[in-house]
C-alpha cells in the first residue's frame, strides 16, 4: 500500500501545480464564465478530499477523489472553459 500513498502524494502535488497555473476561459458575463467556477469549485472540493481520505489512511478513496479532480480539469482544459496556459506536460490541450 506504500505504493499507493505514494502515489496519490505524487498527484496531489501535480495537481497543486495545477490549480495554480489554470484560470478561467470565458467572460464573466456568460453563462460558461459561472459554469468554470461552478466546477473549480468542484475541482477543489475532491482535491481537498483527497487529502482529508489521506489523513484518514484510506488511500483508495484518496486516489479516486484525486483523479476524478484532476479529470474534470484536463477534460475543461480541452474544452477551453480553463485556460491551462498551453501547459503540455500537465494538460491534455486541444491542438
Known amino acids: 500500500m506504500e505504493d499507493l500513498k505514494e502515489r496519490v502524494l505524487r498527484y496531489l502535488s501535480i495537481e497543486e501545480e495545477a490549480l495554480g497555473k489554470i484560470t478561467v476561459s470565458p467572460h464573466s458575463d456568460s453563462f460558461l464564465y459561472r459554469f468554470a467556477e461552478d466546477s473549480l469549485n468542484l475541482i477543489r472540493s ?7 481520505f489521506i489523513e484518514k ?7 479516486a477523489a484525486i483523479n476524478y479532480s484532476y479529470g474534470w480539469i484536463d477534460a475543461l482544459v480541452r474544452l477551453g472553459v480553463l485556460d491551462g496556459k498551453g501547459d503540455h506536460r500537465l494538460f491534455t490541450n486541444f491542438s
Open 46 to 52: 475532491y482535491y481537498e478530499d483527497s487529502k482529508y
Open 57 to 63: 489512511g484510506d488511500l483508495l478513496n484518496a486516489f
